[in-house]
């Protein structure tokens, strides 16, 4: 699976799944526009070591205008976006009667919002050339719940009916767009979950680490970027042209629960 000539948008790239991602997608040919806060150098680093171009646009996934900034950019540089990976996001954990609004604000714009501003702006471009590819970084609390995460579960579950719709609108072209919906991956999100376990209950890291996957995840592993990275490459690849709105869950039978 070759992607020579495509260029790649990842949201939320500096580090874990959309950094896993964006090396994925590099390797396979792809130009690269990477997006994020976390070590920019160290993420360009690792996406360039593959050979593939690229560059990093430090929008904030709250703000539509620099979202249609990073888009003007990137269509400058490379001539346009044929892939756009949706996977910023950021998480707070909280009872509902408690939970502050500003945190749920900030949720649901950079986990749901933004993806709606990236779709709009790709798509224009994506029809024109009739080939693209839009993957959403969903979450499997895009298909289920769990106490405590209302706004990441309500941002998430918007996702994944955006993905569905957005599949529908482009049914009859050669855009694709569908989710992906991984379990537990140890992400600086899931860590901080594992930190906090650890702190409430006063176990070392290795029990909080092996509680909270047995609590969810019958594995008893976690998910890693690599995987996620092989799975969004062939969503990218001509076997998945057909596979539109789907949600693809990776979470060690989570959801088979």
């Known amino acids: ?3 020579n000539g495509k260029t790649a948008l990842i949201t939320g790239s500096t580090s874990g799944i959309g950094l896993g991602i964006a090396q994925a997608l590099a390797r396979a040919g792809a130009n690269i526009v990477l997006n994020g806060f976390g070590d920019v150098e160290a993420a360009r680093r690792a996406v360039e070591s593959t050979g593939a171009h690229a560059i990093h646009l430090p929008a904030d996934m709250r703000r539509a205008d620099e979202i249609e900034h990073m888009f003007d950019v990137a269509r400058e540089r490379f001539g346009g ?5 949706n996977n910023a996001g950021i998480q707070h954990v909280a009872p509902i009667e408690s939970f502050p609004a500003q945190q749920w604000d900030d949720i649901i714009a950079i986990n749901l919002t933004s993806a709606f501003h990236t779709t709009r702006h790709a798509l224009a471009g994506m029809r024109e050339r009739n080939w693209g ?5 969903a979450s499997v609390h895009g298909l289920v719940g769990s106490a405590g995460k209302s706004a990441y579960v309500a941002a998430k579950h918007g996702l994944v ?5 957005t599949a529908l609108e482009t049914a009859t072209t050669g ?6 919906c991984p379990g537990f991956v140890l992400t ?3 860590q901080k979950q594992i930190d906090d376990l650890a702190l409430r209950e006063g176990l070392s890291a ?3 680490r092996t509680r909270l996957l047995g609590e969810k995840q019958p594995s008893g592993q976690f998910v890693t970027p690599e995987m996620l ?6 969503l990218c690849s001509p076997m998945a042209a057909e596979v539109r709105g789907a949600t693809w869950a990776a979470d060690g039978g989570w959801t088979a629960q």
Request: a neutral charge.
């Open 229 to 234: 990275g092989s799975i969004a490459l062939m």
């Open 188 to 190: 600086p999100l899931v």
């Open 81 to 85: 976006v044929d892939i756009l990976v």
């Open 133 to 137: 590819r839009i993957v959403n970084i």
């Open 1 to 3: 699976m070759r992607l």
């Open 161 to 165: 009916g955006l993905t569905k719709v």
């Open 206 to 208: 290795d029990d909080a």
């Open 175 to 180: 855009v694709t767009c569908n989710a992906i």
